[in-house]
C-alpha cells in the first residue's frame, strides 16, 4: 500500500507530465502534506540553475505554483468534487539567491478550505491570495529566499 504522500507525488508526477511537462521537468516533491499546510521541495540540478548557480526565477515559479495549487487540488478531490483552478495574479519578492535545493511551504489550508466552501455553496468563482514561503534549509534554515502571493482562483465544475 502506497503512503499519502507517496500517492500524491506519483499524482503530481503523472499530472506533470500529462498535463504541464514543466512541472514534469523540474521535478518537485511534495515532503509534507496536511489539512494546514504543504512542503514542496525542488532539488538544485544543472536544469533548475541559472548562469549564476542558484535555482532559476522561472523554476522558482513552478515551486510556488505547485505549493499553491496542489492544496486545492488535494483538497477538492477529498471532497468529491471537480475544480476549475487557476491563479489570477502573482507577486513576488526575490530576497536573496537559492544556492541550494530550495523548499516551498503554503500554509494557507484554512483558507483554502472556506474558499471551496464558498465555491461549492454558490457556484461562483472565488479568488483569494496564497501565500507561498521559499527557503533553502540546507543553507540557511527558515530565511526566506522568496515570498510569493498568488491569486487561488476556484470554480467548482458541473458533474
Known sequence: MLSS???ANFYLSSFGFLKVPLIWLCRPKIISLDDDKVEVVIPL???????LNSM???VLAVGA????????MNK???RGERISLAFKSVKADF????????LFTCEDGRLIDDMLDKAIASG??????VKIVATCPSLNQDEPM??????LSIKCSKR
Not at 461562483?124 to 491570495?129: D, G, L, Q, V
Request: overall charge positive; hydrophobic content about 35%; cysteine-free.
Open 45 to 51: 540540478r544543472r536544469r533548475t540553475k541559472n548562469h
Open 5 to 7: 504522500i507517496r500517492k
Open 76 to 78: 477538492a478531490q477529498q
Open 56 to 58: 532559476y526565477f522561472g
Open 65 to 72: 505554483d505547485v505549493a499553491g495549487g496542489y492544496m486545492a
Open 95 to 102: 530576497l536573496k539567491r537559492p544556492e541550494a535545493d530550495v
Open 146 to 151: 522568496a515570498v510569493f502571493e498568488l491569486t
Open 124 to 129: 461562483e468563482r472565488i479568488n483569494e491570495p
